[in-house]
Each structure stands twice: as C-alpha cells, then as structure tokens.
C-alpha cells in the first residue's frame, strides 16, 4: 500500500493537497485496492458548494459502491473529467488522479486532517482487524 508524504489525510481514505487556497482532493491507495476495479465515478459540477464531511461523490466498483467524503468546505472549481470516460484511472495511481479541486472556504480545517504517518497507523490498525 502507497501511502504518498506530501498529502493529507481523512479516517474515510480520502486524502488532500493544498496549493495555496486550493485543494485537490482524490480518494487514497487503500481505498481504491477494497473497492477493486473502478467502474463508474459520480462527479460533482464546478461551482457546486460543499461543508466539510458533506458527500462530494460516489465511487463504483465490480465490488461495491462507496461515498467519498469532502474533508474541508469549498466550492469545486475544477473536475478531473477524465475520470467520466477512464474511472480505472484511479486504480491506477490513486494520488495522480484527483476527483476535484476546491476553493477552500476555511483553510482551519486543514488542520483536522490527518498527517502520513498518522494515516499510515490507521491503516495497519485496520489491516490487523481484518
């Protein structure tokens, strides 16, 4: 499992990149690796505004459907459209492909997120209760 040291992270597997008051926000290795192949990402539209924890999308898989969580408010300025024709990108590499950017409305929250090696600790606790 590919835990990337430059993000941040969510208890729901998703994680974030700030760029200045912009956020990239994408759903994480783990995450994809229990969903399987990804067949079908429910995108949001640009300008759609979300509260932190809201649901932003839902992401499909030959095993089972997901929501991905919003880690921090925002409006959604960019969609990763790519992911409307090739959801299997994310199975890919998870960190490449983005589910959306937002415009953060209160950048505090970044502070709720969970550093790598914070998250790397929930995920070997999770992997122990399996």
């Known amino acids: 499992m590919k835990i990337a040291r430059d993000l941040l992270y ?3 597997h998703e994680w974030v ?3 200045g008051e912009k956020a990239f926000i994408g ?3 783990y995450a994809q690796t229990h969903l399987g192949s990804i067949v079908f990402i429910d995108l949001p539209g640009e300008g759609d505004e979300f509260d932190a924890n809201d649901i932003l999308s839902a992401v499909e898989s030959v095993k089972a459907a997901s929501d991905v969580y919003i880690p921090i408010s925002g409006e959604v300025i960019e969609v990763n459209t790519d992911l409307e024709d090739n ?9 490449e492909n983005w ?4 415009k953060m409305s209160n950048k505090d929250e970044v502070d709720e997120l969970l550093s790598p090696d914070d998250y790397e600790k929930l995920c070997e606790k999770l992997c122990k209760e399996v």
């Open 10 to 12: 969510t208890n729901n």
């Open 99 to 102: 589910i959306v950017a937002v």
């Open 87 to 95: 959801p299997e990108l994310v199975n890919k590499d998870p960190y």
């Open 27 to 29: 759903i994480t290795d």
């Open 17 to 19: 990149k700030v760029d």
